[in-house]
């Protein structure tokens, strides 16, 4: 018998004590011995090919793998990945919380019971990030709506919403009509890659015969506009134009290779728009009316509202408006847009808020409480203003 066993079961001598002849043990004593069988029986029910999961989970410590840990809980490996949702090949780490799934259970309730854990996790990381927050907040600052913000992604900014980390940084996707084009724009630092210009300037030409560099600050805008939005394909309407006496303005960037009219898949122009927005020395157009977001290079930082739709005057938004734009919507050619989107088709092939304010958000909501969609034959109207404001 275990020496540690025999003396908590009161039985056998005690260090420096004399022999002394054994007696039946007494009730106490009974009743110690039979708490040490019970503690004794539960270790071996633990033991190593027998064990039971805590609350069915499992945490990962250094050193162990996938096998041993479905060994360990006599289950599959294939079992233990289709509960947790890992793939083959995807490593785990000390710290991970697995879900252990029970003989007979349906691979389903065990995927549930993962996805809560996760899900549990994620608000237990968010609300520790708000605490960190508030406690690094001066005295007598108080909360703030940004706080709930990280606390609920679901009253995140849209510009932030529609963020996603790129697969790989400074790789854009363009798209321009029938024409498609794959190319590092960025190093993984965040620099021009010069070599990438022809091929840039090559799809943003004006005809097959009518092409001019195209700027290299602008490339570095489009590429990382590309990266803020997760690598999304950029869908061009238009690059580099030629001067014509026709156009709104004498002065655009479009002419000099300095000036993209583009839209952003999957990601509403209000979204695209205020991203662009941030850009330093850089001229912003937003279209409610048409399809794109006009994006520019300059010495100072403008934006611009024109209400106007295709081959229609421009309406700005404000007398600065008129100043400050690039160019008018009637400028971009019809055809060029139905290039992009199909001349069969709708010309607004995603929902576009009415916001115009330049603030996040991306939903306004009219008076009967639904959302206006562009595209579908309600144009946007153009604020109304005193006739001292005109």
């Given at each position: 018998?275990?020496?540690?066993?025999?003396?908590?079961?009161?039985?056998?001598?005690?260090?420096?004590?004399?022999?002394?002849?054994?007696?039946?043990?007494s009730r106490p004593?009974?009743?110690r011995c039979a708490l040490a069988a019970l503690a004794a029986a539960f270790l071996l029910s633990a033991a190593p090919g027998t064990a039971?999961?805590?609350?069915?989970?499992?945490?990962?410590?250094?050193g162990q793998t996938l096998g041993k840990i479905a060994k360990r809980y006599r289950i599959t490996v294939d079992a233990l990945r289709e509960a947790n949702g890992l793939k083959r090949g995807q490593r785990i780490h000390p710290g991970l919380v697995l879900v252990i799934p029970e003989r007979g259970e349906p691979a389903a309730r065990a995927k549930g019971r993962a996805a809560a854990l996760r899900d549990e996790r994620e608000r237990s990381r968010g609300a520790s990030a708000k605490e960190r927050d508030a406690g690094a907040r001066p005295p007598g600052k108080g909360s703030t709506k940004r706080d709930a913000a990280k606390a609920d992604p679901r009253s995140m900014p849209p510009n932030k919403r529609y963020a996603q980390r790129p697969k790989r940084r400074g790789w854009v996707r363009l798209v321009r009509g029938a024409e498609r084009l794959d190319v590092q724009l960025l190093t993984p630092k965040g620099r021009l890659v010069p070599k990438a210009l022809p091929k840039l300037s090559r799809l943003m030409r004006a005809s097959p015969t009518a092409s001019i560099p195209i700027d290299p600050r602008l490339a570095t805008l489009i590429g990382m506009v590309s990266d803020h939005f997760g690598g999304r394909p950029l869908r061009v309407v238009s690059g580099y134009r030629p001067y014509s006496p026709t156009q709104y303005t004498p002065h655009s960037?479009?002419?000099h290779g300095r000036a993209v009219d583009f839209m952003v898949e999957g990601v509403p122009n209000t979204v695209v728009r205020d991203f662009c927005r941030g850009f330093r020395n850089a001229g912003v157009g937003y279209y409610p009316n048409s399809t794109f977001v006009h994006l520019d290079v300059r010495s100072d930082k403008v934006y611009w509202v024109d209400y106007s739709g295709p081959g229609e005057p421009p309406r700005y938004a404000g007398a600065?408006?008129?100043?400050?734009?690039?160019?008018?919507?009637?400028?971009v050619p019809v055809s060029a847009e139905e290039?992009?989107?199909?001349?069969?088709?709708?010309?607004?092939?995603?929902?576009?808020?009415?916001?115009?304010?330049?603030?996040?958000?991306?939903?306004?909501?009219?008076?009967?409480?639904?959302?206006?969609?562009?595209?579908?034959?309600?144009?946007t109207p153009a604020p109304e203003t005193s006739p001292g404001k005109r």
């Open positions: 018998m275990h020496p540690e066993f025999s003396r908590f079961c009161g039985i056998g001598p005690r260090a420096g004590a004399a022999m002394e002849p054994t007696s039946s043990p004593s009974r009743l039971v999961a805590e609350d069915g989970q499992h945490t990962v410590y250094a960037n479009h002419n600065k408006g008129s100043v400050a734009a690039d160019e008018a919507a009637r400028d290039e992009v989107y199909g001349s069969g088709e709708p010309r607004a092939t995603q929902p576009q808020p009415m916001n115009t304010t330049g603030t996040n958000s991306d939903t306004a909501r009219s008076g009967s409480g639904k959302e206006k969609v562009l595209g579908s034959g309600s144009p």
